[in-house]
């Protein structure tokens, strides 16, 4: 992280509890050097064990990644620093709108046969990541699943808990795999309203399509950070803190660009 990335970060990381008085050691390493690791391990897609010698330990390094993933705490840190940016940029901290759709990627070997599944549709053997994200492309919500999970399946699913999480969200775009029960669960159970936004019969070639384009630049981010080129984690939640921790990229560096555009 540059300096300015920093300056940002630091009011934002959760704090630790051997800090409030709930006992517990305290950190053996920089909160900046393990937070540095961990973002160069994402971007660049390396090994846990390949950590450079200039970073802590790759175990103590880890260490810190599983428990704040277990604890959600990569979750919550993600969306302090979406609150930041939306604000920066003149919205509210919460959204009112989002944008949901799904990508099939390949697995890694490691792994295993209970979450991984077969995409006949985009002919892949892997996983399958649920998203929803704002107007802004920033996330809100995401599962990964086997990649033979149904869209409407997992949607159900996931708008149920960025409902829960997003209380002023009342709108929701969607492409033609949402259709069908799913629009009125949405509405009756969500009170949420899911517009599906269909490619017409007509179209040739590239389109862009209202709304739709958001969460594709989405995962077109996503891709670029290596980590997530294919899916290398053999946890289900594993995955999701890296797509968490990616999205951390993005918006740090924004945050760092908005800060030295108003100095």
């Known amino acids: 992280m540059a300096d300015a990335e920093w300056a940002e970060v630091r009011p934002l ?14 950190e053996g390493y920089c909160h900046r050097a393990v937070l540095d690791a961990i973002r160069y391990l994402v971007d660049n897609g390396i090994k846990w064990r390949a950590m450079p010698a200039d970073f802590p330990p790759w175990d103590r390094v880890y260490a810190f990644f599983r428990r704040w993933r277990d604890h959600d705490l ?4 993600h969306d302090r620093l979406r609150g930041r940016v939306r604000m920066r940029l003149g919205r509210d901290a919460e959204p009112t ?4 759709d799904s990508q099939s990627v390949k ?5 295993g046969a209970d979450s991984r599944g077969f995409d006949g549709g985009k002919n892949i053997n ?9 107007t802004l492309g920033l996330l809100l919500g995401v599962m990964v699943t086997s990649a033979d999970v149904g869209d409407r399946a997992a949607a159900q699913v996931l708008l149920h808990q960025v409902a829960a999480a997003h209380h002023l969200l009342a709108l929701v775009w969607a492409d033609g795999g949402y259709t069908g029960s799913l629009v009125e669960y949405c509405l009756a159970a969500l009170a949420l309203v899911l517009a ?9 070639g590239f389109v862009v399509l209202p709304k739709r384009w958001i969460v594709e630049r989405f995962f077109a ?5 290596r ?8 946890r289900t939640s594993s995955a999701e803190a890296m797509i968490y921790w990616s999205m951390t990229l993005l918006m740090t560096r924004r945050l760092a660009r908005s800060r030295r555009g108003r100095a």
């Open 13 to 26: 990381l959760p704090t630790p509890g051997w800090m409030r008085g709930r006992g517990g050691r305290p």
């Open 74 to 77: 990569v979750k919550e840190f």
């Open 97 to 100: 709108a989002g944008v949901i």
């Open 107 to 111: 697995a890694d070997a490691v792994v």
């Open 126 to 134: 892997g996983r399958k990541r649920h998203v929803v994200v704002d």
């Open 196 to 204: 599906i936004v269909k490619r017409s019969d007509d179209m040739r």
């Open 221 to 225: 981010h996503l891709m670029r950070t």
């Open 227 to 234: 980590r997530l080129a294919r899916d290398f984690e053999r």
